[in-house]
């Protein structure tokens, strides 16, 4: 009974390059969210999925950032042009769609921009 | 936007009880969840109350009063692996996170 799956853990990439980062959700989960969590902060919401849909993506930033997720396959946030201050820990959560179930948080990936 | 504050750290003793307060300034939220975070690794979900008053679960209870804007988890009989940080969130269209609170229990 697989969790959520987040790959890489880790991911280095170098300023100007691209970060792909994969979430695939709990089996049965049909809703998919981002979070970004800085040192010493809490977990900032990004984005929020359903297959095929951005439902509400108020906290992406307007450059760079871009999430999907697609009827086949995991969920993909997506950074172009990487800067130094995008370093932090990208965790994602899936839910049913009786959400008070509990949303489920992947063991995120760990991003660092040199 | 929601403004959703905790203390930033807490210290307490091994076998004691501990009260970790929320505070929100948001309405219309279709409930509070509390969610424990060990350094480095995924927050775990530990309770949800949609309703005002009290849940409890095993050594962790949650108080929810919507019209006082507050929260609380209580942790009762703390072990050393309770050290970790705590954080609350309301559930709008997605979760939304205060800061946390980092608990370190001490022997």
């Known amino acids: 009974n697989a969790g959520v799956m987040q790959n890489p853990r880790h991911l280095v990439r170098r300023r100007g390059q691209e970060a792909r980062l994969r979430c695939s959700p709990m089996k049965g989960h049909s809703h998919v969210y981002w979070y970004r969590q800085l040192p010493e902060e809490g977990l900032k919401f990004m984005v929020y999925?359903?297959?095929?849909?951005?439902?509400?993506e108020s906290g992406m930033p307007k450059e760079r950032f871009s999430a999907e997720f697609p009827k086949e396959g995991p969920s993909i946030l997506r950074i172009q042009q990487v800067v130094r201050g995008d370093s932090a820990a990208y965790f994602c959560?899936?839910?049913?769609?009786?959400?008070?179930?509990?949303?489920?948080f992947g063991s995120g990936t760990r991003l660092t921009v040199v | 936007g929601q403004n959703i504050d905790q203390p930033t750290e807490m210290t307490a003793t091994e076998g004691a009880i501990v009260q970790i307060n929320c505070t929100y300034q948001t309405s219309g939220f279709n409930g509070l969840f509390w969610y424990q975070q060990h350094a480095g690794e995924a927050p775990t979900f530990l309770s949800y109350?949609?309703?005002?008053g009290l849940e409890e679960k095993g050594r962790f209870s949650s108080f929810l009063s919507r019209s006082k804007g507050y929260s609380y988890l209580l942790l009762k009989e703390l072990q050393m692996k309770d050290s970790a940080s705590y954080l609350c969130a309301v559930e709008l269209t997605a979760l939304i996170f205060g800061k946390g609170t980092t608990l370190s229990v001490s022997s």
């Open positions: 959560a899936s839910s049913p769609p009786a959400r008070y179930y509990g949303y489920t």
């Open positions: 109350n949609v309703l005002d």
């Open positions: 999925l359903q297959k095929e849909n951005i439902i509400d």
